[in-house]
């Protein structure tokens, strides 16, 4: 059983570039692990150290101003290869959710099967987020799954996103597929009999 997701608070990390690739997320020489655990410090890996290893201080990652499980990003976040290292790298790195106004839809379901939410909003929601987050960088945002909705707490503004109804259900229970599956294994078995 993962943690469960129902409402959740929290600063952000403002990151506003467009078409931030998988490649860009976790590089490709990172891939050889298959445990999901420490991908998290190579999160972003080029932007945020140089070739000698030194952390780059310009880097919102490297820059203690910001901090937070919500990372707001530009449009277009996931795009490029369908690694599900990227999603690795985001959850253990410690973020919960990713607010963009588009999503690669693979990564985004990758992100949703690694129990981070990813939240699709307006431009306008999201230039008005960033803005908010330069203004102060301690604002608040509120991700309340079971309504839909994220709220900007330094303007009050809400906006509602969509989610599949099964993805919001294991999310909200926290189950993966397995988790799922075993959790009705009564139902599946009750089915298969009355097959018979």
Known sequence: MKQ?????????????????????????????????????????????????????DSFVLNDPTYGGQVLVAGKNFGSGSSREHAAWAIADYGFRVVVSSFFADIHKNNELNN???????????????????????????????PAQTITNKATGRTEYFEINAYKKDSLVNGLDDIDYLLSNKEKIEAFEANRK
């Open 4 to 56: 469960k997701f129902d409402i959740r608070t929290s600063t952000c990390v403002p990151l506003p570039l467009e078409n931030v690739d998988t490649d860009q997320i976790i590089p490709a020489r990172f891939l050889k692990a298959t445990d999901k655990k420490g991908f998290g410090e190579n999160l972003f890996r080029d932007w945020r150290y140089d070739k000698q290893g030194n952390k780059i």
């Open 115 to 145: 129990f981070v939410l990813p939240v699709v909003v307006s431009e306008a929601f999201l230039a008005e987020l960033f803005d908010s987050i330069y203004a102060d960088p301690k604002m608040e945002v509120e991700v309340n799954l």
